[in-house]
């Protein structure tokens, strides 16, 4: 009888630590339901890997020339955009 209240005692422990524990998560689920929720949205997973760029465009391997400026513009700026007095530095 004597270790059937030990483990009971440590049940109770446990079973009040839980408790705790989920209501402190629900807690922080609603404060940050509240903080997100005008600006939060749930896109499908086809309109998300339409958005995806794979690392082929992100990334350039050293060497290859940058053929991104416009005619007449300067390189590294998007095309259609030339600043006046706008120095970028030369490519080798």
């Known amino acids: 009888m004597q270790q059937y209240e030990v483990e009971l005692q440590e049940y109770e422990e446990k ?6 524990k989920k209501e402190e998560g629900q807690k922080k689920a609603s404060e940050n339901n509240e903080r997100f929720a005008n ?16 690392a082929e465009g992100l990334i350039q391997p ?4 940058n053929d991104s400026a416009a005619p007449g513009g300067q390189p590294g700026l998007p095309p259609g955009l030339n600043l006046p007095n706008f120095n970028l530095p030369q490519g080798n």
Do not use: D
Request: charged share 25%; proline share 4%.
């Open 15 to 20: 079973l009040a630590a839980y408790t705790k």
């Open 62 to 65: 050293i060497g290859e020339e």
């Open 39 to 54: 600006w939060y949205y749930v896109i499908s997973e086809e309109s998300f890997k339409k958005l995806q760029v794979p």
